[in-house]
C-alpha cells in the first residue's frame, strides 16, 4: 500500500513540470485566438451573458468542474472566494455560507441563509442533493441577497446547480477514479460514474446518470475491538426524460435518488477533557472509570491528528428521493414556465458513545425525515425589448419529523452513567440509571406562497433600471412531545417535580423548563404563527461601452422564522426565533477586455442584518436566537484571463468584515464570565464564527495540443486568514490562516480517452471546518469536537467519452 501511495504522489506532482513550462514560455500577447468562452447564466430566471447581469454571480462551468475534478461542493468553494462549507457528523449535515453568512449545519430546522436549487427545484437539506457532482452543466453562486426571485432563506445568497439535459443524438461516458486519502489510515476511494443520453425518436429524449462513491475507513480508532471511523458508501441515479410536445413546447421529467448506506462519516477528533479541570490525566474520566469496564486511558488526545478513542463512531444511514416536472411554453408575448416537485428524505445518525468520553454513558439514535412539494409558475418576456418583464408565484408545502415518532428512544443511559462524577453545581445529581431512556419526537409543518415580479427598462443603451417586487406570507406550526422511561429513585437522588424519580440527564435533557416532567407523560409545546412581509431589489446599470457596466444595487431580504425543537430543557418561551431581514447596498463593475481574452467582475457590499438568527451551544443543546444587528461590509473579485499558448488562468478574492453590532442575548463559551444580566453575553462588536476576513483562491490551466488530443495540466491554490471555528467564540478554537493547494495532469485523446492524474491539499494541511464544545462534565476546561477538513487524496481518473 505504501509503494502504490508513493507512485501515485511523485506521479501527481509532475503536474509541475508542465505547467511551470508553459508559464515561462507564454506570451501573453502573443495568441490573438486565445479568447475566453462565453458564460451564460440564468441567474435572473432568464438566460443572460455572465458579464451582463448586474450583481455579483460566480459560474463555474461544466469544463472548469472536469479541468479542476471538482466532485462536490466543498470543491465549487475552492473555486469560488465568497463561498466556505462546512459539514460535520455527515453528508446531510452540511451548510453554507456566503460573505460570511450562514447556518449551522447540525441543526435540522434551522432554514439557511444560502438557498440551494437543482434545475429551479429548492432542496431543503443539501447533503444529499449535490455531493456528487456529475453530469453538471454549471454551477451558479449568487452573492448577496436573492429573495425577490427566489424567495425566503436566501438572504446570503443563491447556489444554482444546472444539469446537463437531453442530447439529440446517442452518447455516454464512463469515469472510474482510484485514490488513497492520506490520513491515519490509508484509506481507498473508488468511485465510478456513468452516463448515457439520446433520442428515443423525433420528439422525445433521455439521459441517465448514476455515480457510486465508496471510502475505506480513514480515522483510526485506538480503542481495541471497536471499529475504525469515517468511512463513506452511498450512490446517486437521476434519469431525465425531455418531452417535445409541439414545436414550442417542452416538458421536461426529473427522478432522482441518493443513498447513503454502511457508513461512518466524519467522527470528530476530540480533545479529551479532565474532572476536575487539570492537565493531569489521571482525572480523566476515562482514567477514573476506564478500568471498572474494562477500557484504558486514551493515550492520543491530539485534536487534529486524525486519531480517535471511542467505543462506537458515528453511524450514518439516508436517502433522498426527488421527482419533478418542468413544463416551458413559448408565446410571442413571451415564455411561460411551470416547475412542479417532490421530495422526501429520511436521515438515521446513531452513536453508542455520544458523550465522547471512551465509557457507556449515553447513546443517541437520531431519525429525521421531510417532504417537500413546490410550484412555481412564472411568465417571462422574450427579452432584448425596451421593457423587459417577469412575474410568477410559487408556493411550497414542507413537513419535518425528528425523533421516530417515539417508537424507539433518543437517549439511553450506559452502564457508566451512575459513576460520572459532576461538578458544581450538579453535584448532587446523576447522570442516570442504566437503561433509562428518553424519546425526542417533534414535528414542524409549513406553507410557503409568494408573489413576485421584475420590470427592466432600457432608457438608451447607457442606463438601465431594474426593480423587483416580492410579496410572501408563511403559517408554520410545531410540536414537540418528548417522553421518558427512567427507573425507580435511588438513594441520594434529588426527586423530580412529582416526587418520585431523580432528576439525570434523560430529564434534564428532555425536559424543557417549566413544562410537565412526570414519568411516562409526554412533554409537550405547541407553537403556531403566520407571517407576512415584502422584499425587494432596485438596480441600476451604466454602460460605459459594449464591454464595461458599471451597477449599483440595492435590495431587502429576509429569511424565515422558526422554532427550536431539538433537546435540551430550553423553556418553551425562548425556543421561537424571528424572521431575519437584511438591507444590502452593493457597487459594481463588469468588463471584458483585450479583445474576449480578459474579464473581471468586482464588487463593493454592505449588509445591514436585522434580528440575524445566530446559533449557539448552551448546555445541552442547540439553541437559535436573534442578534440584533449584523454588520458585513466588503470586496469581492473575480476574474479569468487567456494568456495565450494554451495558458489560461482565473482567480477570486473576498474580503468580509462580519461582526456583531447589537447583541445583547449571545452565548458564552465556557471559562467565559456572564456579563448581559440573563446568564448569557454581551457580543457586540465581535467577530462573526466561521468568517475568515480574507479568502483567495487562483487557477492556471495549461492545455497543449497532441497529434492525438491534448495533454492538460491544472494548479489551483487556495488561502484564507484565520477564523473563530466555535459558534461561541471560544478563543481556543482558533483556525490560522492556511493553504491549499491542488494539482492534476491528463492526457485527452481524440478517441474519447482521458486520463488523469491529482492530487488535492497537496502539502496534507490539517485545518479545522469547526469546532463543538464537549461541556457535560467540565465547564472551565472543555473537551473539542473538532472536525477536520478533507486530509490529502492523490489519485488516477480514467474516463472515456462514447
Known amino acids: 500500500m505504501n509503494r502504490i501511495k508513493a507512485l501515485l504522489l511523485c ?60 466532485t462536490d461542493m466543498r470543491g465549487i468553494a475552492t473555486l469560488t472566494p465568497s463561498l466556505s462549507v462546512v459539514q460535520t457528523i455527515g453528508p446531510v449535515n452540511q451548510s453554507y455560507r456566503i460573505r460570511g453568512m450562514g447556518s449551522d449545519a447540525n441543526i435540522p430546522t434551522f432554514e439557511p441563509d444560502v438557498a440551494l436549487f437543482v434545475d429551479g427545484v429548492y432542496m431543503p437539506r443539501s447533503g444529499l442533493s449535490v455531493d456528487d457532482l456529475v453530469d453538471i452543466s454549471r454551477v451558479e453562486v449568487l452573492e448577496g441577497p436573492q429573495s425577490t426571485l427566489y424567495g425566503k432563506n436566501a438572504t446570503a445568497g443563491v447556489i444554482n446547480v444546472v444539469t446537463t439535459p437531453p442530447s439529440s443524438h446517442w452518447e455516454g461516458s464512463l469515469e472510474g477514479s482510484l485514490s488513497m486519502l492520506d490520513s491515519s489510515l490509508n484509506a481507498p476511494v473508488y468511485r465510478i460514474a456513468g452516463t448515457v443520453s439520446g433520442p428515443l425518436n423525433d420528439k422525445v429524449r433521455v439521459r441517465l446518470t448514476g455515480v457510486s462513491y465508496n471510502q475505506g475507513d480513514s480515522y483510526k480508532n485506538l480503542v481495541p475491538g471497536a471499529p475504525d471511523a469515517n468511512n463513506l458508501h452511498r450512490y446517486s441515479l437521476r434519469g431525465q426524460l425531455d418531452w417535445d410536445l409541439s414545436a414550442d413546447t417542452l416538458l421536461r421529467l426529473v427522478v432522482a435518488r441518493s443513498q447513503l448506506y454502511n457508513t461512518r462519516s466524519n467522527d470528530a477528533d476530540n480533545l479529551y477533557y479532565t474532572f476536575p479541570p487539570s492537565a493531569n490525566n489521571a482525572y480523566r474520566l476515562d482514567s477514573l472509570l476506564g478500568p471498572r469496564f474494562g477500557l484504558g486511558i486514551c493515550p492520543d488526545n491530539d485534536p487534529n491528528n486524525r486519531v480517535i478513542c471511542t467505543t462506537s463512531p458515528w453511524r450514518n444511514s439516508a436517502h433522498n428521493n426527488l421527482a419533478s416536472a418542468t413544463l416551458t411554453k413559448r408565446f410571442d408575448a413571451g415564455t411561460l414556465t411551470s416547475i412542479t416537485a417532490f421530495s422526501n428524505y429520511w436521515v438515521r445518525d446513531t452513536n453508542g458513545d455520544i458523550a465522547q468520553v471512551l465509557l457507556p454513558v449515553l447513546s443517541y439514535d437520531d431519525t429525521q425525515k421531510g417532504k417537500n412539494f413546490s410550484q412555481e409558475i412564472r411568465f417571462t418576456s422574450p427579452g432584448g425589448e425596451k421593457l423587459e418583464w417577469l412575474a410568477g408565484g410559487y408556493y411550497e408545502h414542507a413537513k419535518f419529523n425528528r425523533g421516530a415518532e417515539g417508537e424507539r428512544p433518543t437517549f439511553v443511559i450506559g452502564d457508566a452513567g451512575p459513576f460520572v462524577p459532576l461538578p458544581a453545581p450538579l453535584s448532587t445529581f446523576r447522570v442516570g440509571v442504566p437503561g433509562d431512556q428518553g424519546f425526542l419526537n417533534s414535528d414542524i409543518s409549513s406553507n410557503y406562497i409568494g408573489l413576485f415580479g421584475q420590470l427592466t427598462y432600457h432608457f438608451n443603451d447607457k442606463f438601465t433600471l431594474t426593480g423587483g417586487l416580492r410579496g410572501q406570507s408563511e403559517s408554520k406550526k410545531a410540536t414537540q412531545d418528548n417522553s421518558y422511561v427512567i427507573s425507580p429513585a435511588t438513594p441520594n437522588l434529588p426527586l423530580g417535580p412529582c416526587g418520585a424519580f431523580p432528576v439525570n440527564l434523560i430529564t434534564v435533557s428532555l425536559s424543557p423548563t417549566g413544562l410537565p416532567r412526570c414519568p411516562g407523560v409526554p412533554v409537550n409545546a405547541k407553537f403556531k404563527h403566520t407571517s407576512s412581509y415584502l422584499t425587494w431589489n432596485i438596480t441600476g446599470e451604466y454602460h460605459l461601452d459594449p464591454k464595461t457596466m458599471f451597477y449599483a444595487r440595492v435590495a431587502r431580504g429576509a429569511k424565515s422564522f422558526g422554532y427550536n425543537l431539538g433537546f435540551g430543557n430550553a423553556p418553551a418561551s425562548v425556543r421561537p426565533f424571528k424572521h431575519e431581514f437584511v438591507m444590502d447596498y452593493e457597487l459594481g463593475v463588469k468588463t471584458t477586455q483585450l479583445d474576449g481574452r480578459a474579464r473581471l467582475s468586482a464588487a463593493l457590499f454592505r449588509s445591514d442584518l436585522k434580528n440575524y438568527q445566530n446559533a449557539g451551544f448552551v448546555g445541552l443543546q442547540f439553541l437559535v436566537n436573534n442578534a440584533e444587528k449584523v454588520i458585513a461590509q466588503g470586496f469581492e473579485a473575480t476574474g479569468e484571463l487567456a494568456l495565450g499558448h494554451g495558458l489560461t488562468a482565473s482567480g477570486g478574492v473576498n474580503y468580509v468584515d462580519a461582526h456583531y453590532d447589537e447583541y445583547t442575548g449571545g452565548s458564552c463559551y465556557f471559562g467565559r464570565a456572564a456579563n448581559n444580566g440573563n446568564g448569557g453575553c454581551n457580543l457586540a462588536g465581535e467577530r462573526l464564527p466561521l468568517t475568515p476576513n480574507w479568502r483567495t483562491n487562483l487557477g492556471l490551466q495549461y492545455k497543449h495540443a497532441l497529434k492525438s488530443g491534448e495533454l492538460y495540466s491544472r494548479v489551483d491554490w487556495t488561502w484564507q486568514s484565520s477564523m473563530l471555528a466555535n459558534t461561541n467564540l471560544d478563543p481556543r478554537s482558533r483556525q490560522d490562516a492556511y493553504s491549499l493547494v491542488n494539482l492534476r495532469l491528463g492526457a485527452k485523446m481524440e478517441s474519447g480517452l482521458d486520463v488523469a492524474l491529482w492530487a488535492n491539499n497537496v502539502f496534507d494541511k490539517s485545518y479545522t471546518q469547526a469546532d463543538y464544545v464537549s461541556n457535560l462534565f467540565g465547564a472551565n476546561d472543555p473537551a473539542f469536537q473538532r472536525y477536520l477538513g478533507r486530509s490529502r487524496e492523490f489519485g488516477v481518473t480514467v474516463r472515456k467519452n462514447f
Open 11 to 70: 506521479a501527481t506532482c509532475l503536474t509541475l513540470a508542465p505547467t511551470t513550462a508553459a508559464l515561462a514560455a507564454a506570451d501573453a500577447a502573443a495568441d490573438p485566438s486565445a479568447t475566453l468562452e462565453e458564460v451564460v447564466v440564468t441567474a435572473q430566471k432568464r438566460e443572460q451573458n455572465l458579464q451582463k447581469v448586474p450583481l455579483s454571480v460566480t459560474a463555474v462551468t461544466a469544463a472548469t468542474l472536469k479541468q479542476a475534478g471538482v
